[in-house]
């Protein structure tokens, strides 16, 4: 993973290791997040319209109700689609989220290493409906 992409902006939890991002609203055609990758995970969840995602070199295409899965040092970039997109964003930050659990810790490590991925974009309902649990 080269360090010229790394997300040098920090992100603030406060006193919770997951972050939502709500209802972000993009126009049509619009650049939404530069190629950039982090050690966190997140969660896009597509409300409306279309979120065009280049993820490790591969273009894909999240429409509404996917949810798209972004694993720890993946590189990724974003753009709306012709009829724009609205979707949140939650973000956890594993080693907070593991804190001092050794158990834990060693069950979220490839993750957290990037050695485990997955599916970028899925339609599972199982995982939209906690996802929504979350968000809500």
Not at 13 to 20: E, H, I, R, S
Request: one cysteine or more.
């Amino acid at each position: 993973m080269t360090k010229s992409n790394k997300e040098l902006i920090p992100v603030f939890y406060g006193d919770f290791p997951v972050k939502l991002l709500p209802d972000i609203t993009l126009n049509p055609h619009t650049f939404g997040f530069p190629l950039h990758w982090h050690e966190r995970i997140e969660f896009h969840r597509i409300k409306e319209g279309i979120l065009e995602i280049f993820c490790n070199d591969k273009q894909l295409v999240a429409k509404k109700d996917d949810i798209v899965i972004i694993s720890p040092t993946l590189s990724h970039s974003g753009t709306s689609g012709a009829e724009g997109v609205i979707y949140d964003v939650v973000m956890f930050d594993l080693a907070e989220l593991a804190g001092n659990n050794k158990t834990i810790v060693d069950f979220l490590k490839p993750l957290y290493e990037g050695k485990i991925f997955f599916d970028t974009i899925t339609e599972n309902p199982l995982i939209l409906e906690e996802l929504d649990k979350i968000i809500e």
